[in-house]
């Protein structure tokens, strides 16, 4: 069975750090774009941050300067750095595994992060 499995959330503080990761089973991990996306309540799910299978990387403009998506092909894992966290941040993050070239869209279960003094 496939899995994407993320991790890492939790409670910050605002301008707190927080790391989360995705790790991949059962893909080849190296052919995937990854993507992170998040989801406040009551609100619509809202793509973050993505990296190419090339490693290129784009970000929403609400966390330019602040996140940093990046992968580790040999650990078949990607991870999102988020910085300067703010209450906004707050939201379930999901990770996204996606390839064109065999028509295959991985979703995971999502982390919980939560930016609160």
């Known amino acids: 069975q496939v899995l994407l499995v993320e991790s890492g959330g939790g409670l910050a503080q605002p301008g707190g750090s927080l790391r989360l990761s995705c790790a991949a089973s059962?893909?080849?991990?190296?052919?995937?774009?990854i993507s992170w996306y998040r989801q406040a309540p009551g609100k619509q799910r809202e793509l973050v941050a993505t990296?190419?299978?090339?490693?290129?990387?784009n970000y929403t403009d609400s966390v330019t300067g602040r996140f940093t998506i990046s992968r580790d092909n040999t650990k078949n894992t990607a991870y999102l750095q988020m910085n300067h966290l703010k209450p906004e941040d707050t939201a379930d993050y999901f990770c996204?595994?996606?390839?064109?070239?065999?028509?295959?869209?991985?979703w995971g279960q999502g982390t919980q992060v939560t930016v609160s003094s």
């Open positions: 990296i190419t299978t090339g490693g290129n990387t």
């Open positions: 059962r893909i080849v991990f190296s052919i995937y774009d």
């Open positions: 996204d595994a996606k390839c064109d070239q065999v028509n295959h869209d991985i």
